[in-house]
T-cell receptor, first 110, second 113 residues
Framework: QKEVEQNSGPLSVPEGAIASLNCTYSDRGSQSFFWYRQYSGKSPELIMF????GDKEDGRFTAQLNKASQYVSLLIRDSQPSDSATYLC??????????FGTGTSLTVIP | GAGVSQSPRYKVAKRGQDVALRCDPISGHVSLFWYQQALGQGPEFLTY????????KSGLPSDRFFAERPEGSVSTLKIQRTQQEDSAVYLCASVQGSNQPQHFGDGTRLSIL
């Protein structure tokens, strides 16, 4: 079992809709979680990070963390075609390692 | 520099050759990570440094892989006797401190012929 699991997709949503990306993790000791966006042929770029249970909002993005269910999600409101990319979920384990999921491919259809 | 710098951006080598990949982290960042990313996959952890100390190398796939960070800044990932399965993008990331996000370089795309 991988430390971080993501549905690889692809996920398609129409422009203006809400895109919901989900991630589960196995290490109960993980404290920090990160969402990265990766365009094809590019390196991952940080979107958001979250440490505490609940929601964290930043512009069109909302990260949600539920430590009891070991579940992390990212909501993208008012999705734009430029949001089309692969979204990587990562958790920081107890040994300071970062574990990445395989990524969810998102396509926003104009 | 302002960001993490990796070189070369692209490297083509023949099977059996040795290669060296360089990472120059963000100034002042204590921790440095190396990842291997195959096409369509997420980054896979290789190794991690805190300053010059290599604290975890459990992700290195074989003893052909070796990483160093002798002065706690620039790091080099060396792959000896390269094999075709070593073809991937090698990403370097640096972190300022605990519970902080990683900042990635542009990666080195390695192709073994």
């Amino acid at each position: 079992q991988k430390e971080v699991e993501q549905n690889s997709g692809p996920l398609s949503v129409p422009e203006g809709a809400i895109a919901s990306l989900n991630c589960t993790y196995s290490d109960r000791g993980s404290q920090s979680f990160f969402w990265y966006r990766q365009y094809s042929g590019k390196s991952p770029e940080l979107i958001m990070f979250i440490y505490s249970n609940g929601d964290k909002e930043d512009g069109r993005f909302t990260a949600q963390l539920n430590k009891a269910s070991q579940y992390v999600s990212l909501l993208i409101r008012d999705s734009q075609p430029s949001d089309s990319a692969t979204y990587l979920c990562a958790g920081q384990g107890t040994g300071n390692q970062f574990y990445f999921g395989t990524g969810t491919s998102l396509t926003v259809i104009p | 520099g302002a960001g993490v710098s990796q070189s070369p951006r692209y490297k083509v080598a023949k099977r059996g050759q040795d290669v060296a990949l360089r990472c120059d982290p963000i100034s002042g960042h204590v921790s440095l990570f190396w990842y291997q990313q195959a096409l369509g996959q997420g980054p896979e952890f290789l190794t991690y440094f805190q300053n010059e100390a290599q604290l975890d190398k459990s992700g290195l796939p074989s003893d052909r892989f070796f990483a160093e960070r002798p002065e706690g800044s620039v790091s080099t990932l060396k792959i000896q006797r390269t094999q075709q399965e070593d073809s991937a993008v090698y990403l370097c990331a640096s972190v300022q401190g605990s519970n902080q996000p990683q900042h990635f370089g542009d990666g080195t795309r390695l192709s073994i012929l």
